[in-house]
C-alpha cells in the first residue's frame, strides 16, 4: 500500500506549486467575483448585499446585450483568421530548410510587442493619412475610415489582434506539424498524392487535436480582449466596439460599481467556460 501512494504522491508535489498559484490567483478570484457580483460595492469600499438583484438588471440592460452581440462578432472575426494565419504559417515554416529559425523570429515578434505600442502603430496606419489609406490612394480608392466606420471597425481591429497574436499559435501548430511521422507523408507521395491530398488526407486529420487546442484558447483571449480596443478606439465609433470586457472596466474603474462589473464578470466567465465546453466536445467527437 505504500508503495502504491508513493508514486502518486510524488507526482502531486511536483504539481503542488503549481496548484498552489492557480487556486490563489484563479480559483479564489473567481470565488470572490461570484460574491461580489452579490452586492452593491464600489470604489470607497462600502456595500450592501443585494442578492440577484445585479443578474436581474444586467438582463434589462441593452447596453450589455449589444456589447455581447458586439464581443459574438468579433469573436467569429478573430478566431477564424487568427487560426488560418497561423496554421498558414506555421506550414510554411515547416516546409522551409534554409534559416527557418531567423523567419521563426521574425514572426514571433509581434507577439511580444506590447498592446500598447501595436495598438499605436496600428492607430497610425488605419489614419486617413496613414499607410493603407496612402496606398488605396495611388488607386483612387481612398480615403477609408477604418477606425471611424461602425461597419469596419470590428474586422481592424481583429486584424490588429491577428498580427499580434497569431505567433504563439504559430509554435503550437509548428509543434504539431514536427510531430507527425514524415514516413506517413513520404509513402503518401510515392503513391501518386499531390499537396493538396496530403494535406487533407494525413496532415489535417493528425493535426485535428493541436488545432482545436488552439481554436480553444484562441476564443478565449478573443473574449477577453480589452487593451488593443482601450488604445485605439476607447469602445467607439458609437459603441460599434464596446465589448462586454470594454463595458466591465467602465462599470468598475469609470462609474465605480463594482458588484455590477463583477457580474458583468461572471457572465463572461460561464459564456467563455460554456464555449469551450462545446469546443471540448466536439474536439471529443471529432477524434472518436
Do not use: C, H
Not at 173 to 179: Q, Y
Not at 195 to 206: D, E, G, N, S, Y
Not at 249 to 256: P, V
Amino acid at each position: 500500500m505504500r508503495q502504491r501512494l508513493r508514486d502518486p504522491m510524488a507526482g502531486l508535489l511536483f504539481v503542488l506549486p503549481m496548484l498552489v498559484l492557480f487556486l490563489v490567483f484563479r480559483f479564489v478570484p473567481i470565488l470572490g467575483a461570484g460574491g461580489m457580483s452579490l452586492t452593491d460595492l464600489n470604489l470607497g469600499g462600502e456595500w450592501n448585499f443585494v442578492g440577484v438583484d445585479n443578474y436581474a438588471r444586467l438582463l434589462d440592460d441593452p447596453k450589455f446585450w449589444d456589447s455581447l452581440r458586439i464581443t459574438l462578432v468579433y469573436v467569429a472575426i478573430y478566431v477564424p483568421l487568427t487560426v488560418l494565419v497561423a496554421l498558414g504559417t506555421a506550414l510554411l515554416l515547416n516546409a522551409v530548410v534554409f534559416m527557418r529559425g531567423l523567419f521563426r523570429g521574425m514572426l514571433f515578434l509581434p507577439y511580444v510587442t506590447s498592446f500598447v505600442l501595436a495598438g499605436v502603430i496600428w492607430r497610425w496606419i488605419y489614419e486617413f493619412d496613414g499607410m493603407i489609406n496612402g496606398l488605396l490612394g495611388k488607386f483612387d480608392l481612398g480615403p477609408v475610415g477604418f477606425l471611424e466606420e461602425a461597419a469596419l471597425v470590428l474586422p481592424a481591429l481583429a486584424v490588429v489582434s491577428v498580427w499580434k497574436g497569431f505567433g504563439y499559435s504559430m509554435l503550437i501548430l509548428l509543434a504539431g506539424l514536427k510531430s507527425i511521422p514524415a514516413s506517413y507523408l513520404e509513402a503518401a507521395t510515392v503513391d501518386g498524392a499531390g499537396p493538396w491530398q496530403r494535406f487533407r488526407r494525413i496532415t489535417l486529420p493528425l493535426l485535428k487535436p493541436t488545432l482545436f487546442f488552439v481554436v480553444i484558447i484562441e476564443t478565449i483571449g478573443a473574449f477577453q480582449t480589452f487593451d488593443t480596443i482601450y488604445v485605439m478606439t476607447g469602445g467607439g465609433p458609437a459603441r460599434a466596439s464596446y465589448t462586454l470586457i470594454y463595458g466591465l472596466y467602465d462599470q468598475g474603474f469609470k462609474f465605480s460599481n463594482l458588484g455590477y462589473a463583477a457580474t458583468i464578470g461572471i457572465v463572461l466567465f460561464a459564456l467563455v467556460l460554456v464555449v469551450s465546453l462545446v469546443q471540448r466536445r466536439l474536439l471529443d467527437r471529432g477524434n472518436a
